[in-house]
């Protein structure tokens, strides 16, 4: 597209932040390395300044600025993770020392490769006792990752988010690497690069982070990508500081889309709104996913209907992976509606209607909302931890699943007299000829090896004596209540049904 093919004009060149991704497995403290750059290196504007989940971040170092992107590790955010390292210049690959290499470890070793980022290591969580530094070197070497001190080519430093122990070192390790890959931007032109967040704010409206790569970005611009377009009202930093324009390698909030655009979309300035409609895909205008496009629902299956509601886009996506991962067999999930934002009124009439259970990821329920739900009764779940909604979802799916019936045979016996015939009960003269017969169980009567009727046993008897079970080669007495009359040689099935918890 345009950002190929496009001339860059050489002397309008200038060098940019480096944009730095920090992946790694689950846990290995990817967010508390960032915070601890943010807590020491970003002069807070306001208090609380941030108040929408912002992944990304710029700092200032030996006045010089490194923008960070951070990923989750948990292996539902594979999407995000690629998306990362595909905006980046740089992977700080973050081991958990007292963990060693993990899954999504060498899920983002090969992130990395695949998007051709120079790889500097964080050998974090040093500071406990546990660490095991050289395991986790020997164990990236495997992967090809060989740091430095082994004789390979990766930088690497040991840290610890807990005390700081390596963050400064880090930063200059990264500053190093930049400064060898030469980023340069093009800051004169109007401006291009990619979504990296999006999210409907309830108060301003359809909201995108995004990461210029080249040109500047200011109020009144108007903006396209191939799923929506808009005019630019406001900019903000990562802060939610407003700021009269935006540089490369700068993350910023952008409000004025008319939609909320995709995560991972480029997006173009241009002249007019006419050249920037002509940049729009038709087809797939809408940033919320199709309700489950060719699901199959077979005989038999229910259909949980949801509405998905998230923080971010992003997360969206993660999570109906995750859904798609649950047992599907007896209970399809169908999510009607997926969106980054609130749960609003609308929501809660759309799952009224659809009769469709809210999923709330890292999202507020307001109070209106709250009580129209509770007067619509509608579910309404919220979750802040991935795994936790899994299971949430799948206990729910548990619970309404009915209860299944197991049948279990007991016995068979065989009619040899009937004694008394009122109107739907006799008392039946038999043999035990398999199995046992316990007192209460239910009878299915055979003629001629042919089921011809049901019934159930009010009573059982041996030696004209009630009793409670009676075992294979001996005589019984029935009292037997059914529609169907039993006669002489009619083999009578005996079985009981139980109630077995549903299971997905
Ligand atoms: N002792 C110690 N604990 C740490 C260190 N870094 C992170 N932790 C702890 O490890 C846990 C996970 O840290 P996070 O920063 O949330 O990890 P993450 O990689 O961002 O995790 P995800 O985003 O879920 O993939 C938290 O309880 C942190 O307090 C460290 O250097 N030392
Ligand atoms: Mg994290």
């Known amino acids: 597209m345009a950002r190929k093919s496009e001339q860059q004009n050489k002397d309008n060149l200038q060098p940019r932040p480096p944009v730095v991704v920090i992946l790694g497995h689950v846990d290995s403290g990817k967010t508390s390395i960032l915070d601890y750059i943010r807590k020491t290196h970003v002069a807070e504007k306001e208090a609380g300044g941030i108040t929408q989940h912002i992944g990304a971040y710029q700092i200032e170092k030996d006045n010089k600025k490194i923008t960070f992107i951070d990923t989750p590790g948990h292996e539902a955010f594979s999407a995000m993770r690629s998306r990362g390292a595909k905006v980046a210049d740089i992977a700080v690959l973050v081991v958990d020392t007292t ?40 164990e990236l070497s495997k992967e090809e990752v060989v740091v430095e001190s082994l004789g390979g080519k990766v930088p690497s430093i040991e840290t610890s988010a807990q005390n700081g122990q390596g963050i400064e070192g880090l930063l200059e390790l990264i500053l190093l690497v930049a400064e060898m890959e030469g980023l340069k931007a093009d800051f004169s032109q109007p401006s291009q690069g990619v979504v990296i967040e999006s999210y409907l704010d309830h108060q301003k409206g359809p909201s995108a982070t995004l990461l210029l790569n080249k040109g ?107 859904l798609k991962k649950l047992p599907q067999e007896k209970i399809v999930l169908r999510v009607l509606k997926s ?3 609130q749960i609003s009124e609308s929501d809660i009439e759309l799952a009224k209607g659809g009769r469709a259970v809210i999923l709330g990821f890292r ?46 045979e007991l016995g068979k016996v065989k009619a040899l007299a009937i004694f008394l015939s009122e109107k ?81």
Do not use: H, W
């Open 363 to 408: 999202v507020k329920l307001n109070l209106v909302a709250q009580r129209l739900a509770e007067r619509e009764k509608v579910k309404i779940m919220i979750f802040d931890v991935i795994y936790e909604l899994a299971e949430g979802v799948r206990k729910f799916m548990e619970r309404i699943l009915e209860p299944e019936t197991v049948r279990i």
């Open 99 to 138: 963990q060693g290499v993990q899954p999504q470890t060498k899920e983002a070793i090969s992130q990395a490769k695949l998007a051709g980022l120079p790889i500097i290591v964080a050998l974090n969580k040093i500071d406990r006792p546990e660490a095991g530094l050289e395991k986790a070197k020997g």
């Open 216 to 322: 500047f970005l200011k109020s009144g611009d108007i903006i396209a990508t191939p799923s929506t377009l808009g005019k630019i009202r406001s900019l903000e930093d990562f802060q939610g500081k407003i700021i009269s324009e935006a540089l490369p390698a700068q993350p910023v909030k952008v409000i004025g889309f008319e939609e909320a655009p995709r995560v991972g979309e480029d997006f173009q300035v241009f002249s007019s709104a006419e050249e920037a409609k002509s940049y729009l895909k038709a087809p797939e205008k809408k940033a919320v996913s199709p309700p489950a496009g060719g699901l199959k629902i077979e005989e038999g299956q229910k259909v949980l209907n949801l509405i998905l509601k998230t923080d971010v886009l992003g997360t969206a996506e993660a999570i109906e992976g995750v």
């Open 424 to 504: 739907n009960r006799q008392i039946v003269g038999g043999r035990v000829i398999e199995g046992e017969v316990l007192k209460g169980a239910s009878i299915e009567v055979f003629r001629a090896e042919e089921l011809v009727g049901k019934g159930k046993m009010v009573n059982l008897q041996r030696n004209k004596k009630d009793a409670d079970k009676v075992n294979k080669g001996e005589e019984c007495g029935i009292l037997y209540e059914g529609d169907t009359k039993i006669s002489e040689n009619d083999v009578l099935a005996i079985y009981t049904e139980e109630k077995k918890k549903g299971e997905l």
């Open 339 to 341: 969106e980054a934002g």
